[in-house]
């Protein structure tokens, strides 16, 4: 079966160089290519967790943790990493 691809030109340099180099067609050198991601053994799979939910738990005393929440700690966190880049750029 034919088929047209299109390929990075400094890629295609480099792959028709390498076919050149080693006495190959490219074709067979891009086939050999398809065949290693296809063909070839597939990779460990990583065992599965469930997940729990709720990801995050409240606390003891039933309070519930709200996006407002989020934000003032995310943007606590912002103003002491900026604080302490600040330190590195004063002279």
Do not use: S
């Amino acid at each position: 079966m034919r088929t047209t691809i299109d390929i990075p030109d400094e890629l295609f340099r480099a792959a028709k160089a390498k076919a050149a180099l080693e006495g190959r067609l490219l074709k067979d050198l891009v086939l050999e290519g398809l065949q290693l991601v296809i063909v070839a053994a597939p990779q460990e799979k990583r065992e599965l967790r469930k997940t729990k939910f709720p990801l995050i738990e409240g606390n003891k005393n039933g309070e519930v943790l709200t996006n407002e929440m989020l934000d003032r700690v995310v943007e606590q966190m912002d103003q002491e990493i900026a604080e302490y880049h600040a330190k590195f750029m004063r002279h």
